[in-house]
């Protein structure tokens, strides 16, 4: 294997890789942007049909005719961020970007304005490609305030909100914790010792959890503080905005409405029981009575050390991929083959992976650091199945299309892993390596659905405290999320006493704009699931009902693409649908204890 074919070629989303050829694209970008904004300012009011067309065709054009030097910078970035000239490069797109996004933003607010005087226009034929475009914009508009005063709550929120979520992530960053390994002790920063939490070493793995929560224990006056403001200052927001209950901002950006998360939530509630059996299993295959809150997803003790070439993984995932469609098989074939994914481990790379569609040359590029784990096998598979999304939804529509909101954005993805999961069990010879791919997929699938269904409980929880006019300290909320916590899990894990502060880490509690961010979650875990029992019960004739899904982009919403494949989601049935899947992997791994 040469070391190329790790590392990934961005020289095809531009003409030139000349940084001064670059910069001309971006600066030639801000001056288009301008230019539309000269056109259009103060006159979208009076478009009708036609040449509301013709605008939202032309912001797609713009789209596809930049989104390539875009992506080489920060792509270029995200790979490197201490190369010189990737440094400058990324700045550079932030700032054209910023300069674009200024300028373009009456755009939505007048368009929504146009809407809201002529709702017709959402259904004019002239403009059935961008119906659900258009829907999605009317829906925001009641709710919408002046522009004065959106500017104002700008100005508000980065000197409010964003300074407590500045303060949280700080005090992450910059603490550092002392703990003993092997003997000695160790300072390490918050980064280092969480990757502690998966330690094989189970003592390790107990004191890490202790140490870190105990000192995010210490300063529960400040997270008190934060969470209280955040949440107060979110129901006010509501009020103002005319809100007729918190979760729905939350509601329109992901597409969703109320019925649909109220029945997956009363799914997950229905099925607790069903998690709990599964970490009653790992208990034993750990040799435990019972687990702890430090052992939930923690590696299984005798599990074999499996090692994957480069090569051998892209042979897996592409296999898997290919057993499902041939079309979509090759697809991925193709990431390989264009050098369309860097893998290659290295210093000032980002850390995690991403992939990232790139809509105008219809494919993806993706990123992960790869190691030759089993985890890195997956983290492939998942991250080609958002490329296969990509490759479908660019095919079919325009880009105004292809933004998927997070609830659908996952179901190439997760269904990705479980082809992998699917080829890597038929493979395995021996029980444990059984278990490894099935703890693997289940503690995924516990984290998404159960223990992150505990925060949208804890968050509803807040708001109720505060209409009850409760005070948020830092005890009474830390008792919401135990309450939460423990609807989840009840008697089938035990917590250290200093788990009760576990709220205080989660960033996104303390993000401007971001309330309710967790059920989301939740729903993509559980939607796949269904698909994927579906698929078992259908065989290939499910297969062009996924791809069509997929290639829907955002032109549908979620409700409309499970009404496709013959469901209501609104339904509690389709939800069970993806319990029951998951039941058949509890179950296939009690056979294999
Ligand atoms: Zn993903």
Excluded at 107 to 134: F, M
Excluded at 482 to 487: E, F, H, I, Q
Excluded at 550 to 579: C, H, Q, V, Y
């Amino acid at each position: 294997m040469t070391r190329e074919e790790m590392i990934w070629d961005l020289s095809q989303l531009v003409e030139s890789i000349n940084p001064a050829s670059i910069q001309k694209k971006l600066d030639s970008m801000v001056d288009e942007a301008e230019k539309i904004r000269d056109t259009y300012h103060g006159k979208i009011g009076n478009l009708d049909a036609k040449d509301l067309l013709e605008l939202l065709e032309m912001k797609d054009a713009y789209t596809l005719k930049f989104e390539g030097a875009v992506m080489y910078c920060y792509l270029m970035y995200s790979a490197d961020s201490t190369d010189d000239v990737a440094k400058q490069l990324n700045d550079a797109a932030r700032k054209a970007y910023m300069k674009v996004s200024q300028a373009l933003a009456f755009i939505d607010i007048e368009l929504g304005k146009l809407l809201a005087e002529k709702p017709s226009l959402v259904t004019n034929p002239v403009l059935v490609e961008y119906k659900h475009y258009l829907e999605r914009t009317l829906r925001k508009v009641p709710y919408m305030l002046s522009e004065t005063e959106e500017r104002l709550i700008i100005v508000k929120d980065k000197n409010g909100i964003d300074a407590w979520q500045m303060l949280q992530s700080d005090w992450l960053s910059t603490r550092t914790f002392d703990i003993e390994i092997e003997g000695e002790t160790k300072t390490l920063p918050y980064g280092k010792i969480v990757g502690l939490y998966q330690s094989p070493n189970r003592d390790l793995r107990k004191r890490s959890n202790q140490i870190v929560y105990e000192s995010l224990g210490k300063d529960e006056l400040i997270w008190a503080s934060a969470i209280r403001a955040v949440c107060e200052d979110h129901l006010q927001m509501s009020e103002l905005r005319k809100y007729p209950t918190p979760i729905i901002q939350s509601l329109i950006a992901n597409d969703v409405d109320r019925q649909t998360i109220d029945s997956l939530m009363n799914t997950i509630e229905k099925n607790v029981g069903l998690y709990q059996r599964y970490l009653r299993l790992k208990a034993k295959m750990m040799g435990l009575d019972k687990l702890a809150n430090y052992d939930i997803v923690a590696p299984l003790p005798n599990t074999p050390e499996m090692d994957y070439a480069w090569k051998e993984s892209r042979k897996e995932v592409v296999d898997a991929y290919m057993g499902f469609d041939e079309e979509m098989g090759g697809w991925v074939d193709e990431m390989f083959e264009r050098r369309h994914i860097d893998g290659e481990v290295r210093k000032g790379k980002s850390s995690g992976a991403f992939c990232a569609s790139w809509l105008a040359g219809k494919s993806a590029y993706v990123l992960q650091s790869f190691n030759r784990k089993m985890g890195n096998v997956y983290t492939q598979a998942h991250e080609l199945g958002h490329a296969v999304h990509a490759y479908l939804s660019s095919r079919a529509q325009k880009p105004s299309n292809c933004e998927v909101g997070s609830c659908i954005a996952e179901t190439g993805s997760i269904f990705g892993e479980l082809l992998l999961t699917e080829q890597l069990l038929s493979k395995a010879k021996t029980k444990e390596e059984k278990q490894a791919i099935l703890t693997c997929v289940l503690d995924e699938f516990g984290m998404a659905a159960f223990q992150v269904s505990a925060r949208v409980f804890f968050e509803q929880s807040m708001y109720d405290s505060i209409k009850r006019g409760e005070f948020l300290d830092g005890e009474t909320v830390a008792k919401s999320w135990v309450a939460a916590r423990d609807k989840i899990y009840g008697d089938s894990v035990d917590w250290l006493n200093v788990m009760k502060w576990e709220w205080t880490m989660k960033p996104h509690y303390y993000m401007a704009n971001y309330r309710f961010y967790n059920y989301p979650y939740v729903f993509a875990q559980l939607f796949v699931f269904a698909l994927y029992q579906l698929y078992k019960e259908q065989g290939d004739g499910f297969v062009h009902k996924l791809k069509r899904l997929l290639a829907a982009g955002s032109s549908k919403s979620p409700r409309e693409l499970g009404a496709k494949l013959g469901f209501n989601i609104t339904d509690e049935t389709f939800w069970e649908k993806g319990m029951a899947q998951a039941k058949q992997f509890i179950d296939m791994l009690e056979e294999n204890l």
